[in-house]
């Protein structure tokens, strides 16, 4: 049983940056892929980033592409999302996932097994 606990959110004006973690307890972290979702009021929960057990090749959604950051310390048992060029776009509650298949990444809605309770990313105009 994983246990996955997200900090690092809060209120951030528009150009600024973020850094939100994901960190994990109660199992073989290493193991895991680990994703971001982010969603907003009234819209789908949508995975904006993920990255591969062994920190290989990662996937972003093309919202974030170039200003979004994916990066795991499996030391650490924590992944992290560092977010620059904020938009108020991005505002959402930003939940981190986990799951030995990334398929489970990919499905509508996702799958993944294990979850975090969310961080809430508000970003000011």
């Known amino acids: 049983q994983v246990q996955l606990v997200e900090s690092g959110g809060g209120l951030v004006q528009a150009g600024g940056s973020l850094r939100v973690s994901c960190a994990a307890s109660?199992?073989?972290?290493?193991?895991?892929?680990v994703g971001w979702f982010r969603q907003a009021p009234g819209k789908e929960r949508e995975c904006v980033a993920a990255?591969?057990?062994?920190?290989?090749?990662?996937y972003y959604a093309d919202s974030v592409k170039g200003r979004f950051a994916i990066s795991r310390d499996n030391s650490k048992n924590t992944v992290y999302l560092q977010m620059n060029s904020l938009k108020p776009e991005d505002t959402a509650v930003y939940y981190c996932?986990?799951?030995?298949?990334?398929?489970?990444?990919?499905?509508?809605?996702?799958?993944?097994?294990?979850w975090g309770q969310g961080t809430q990313v508000t970003v000011s105009s």
């Open positions: 996932a986990a799951d030995l298949s990334l398929v489970k990444f990919t499905t509508t809605p996702p799958q993944p097994h294990y």
């Open positions: 109660g199992g073989t972290f290493s193991l895991y892929n």
């Open positions: 990255i591969m057990r062994s920190g290989g090749p990662s």
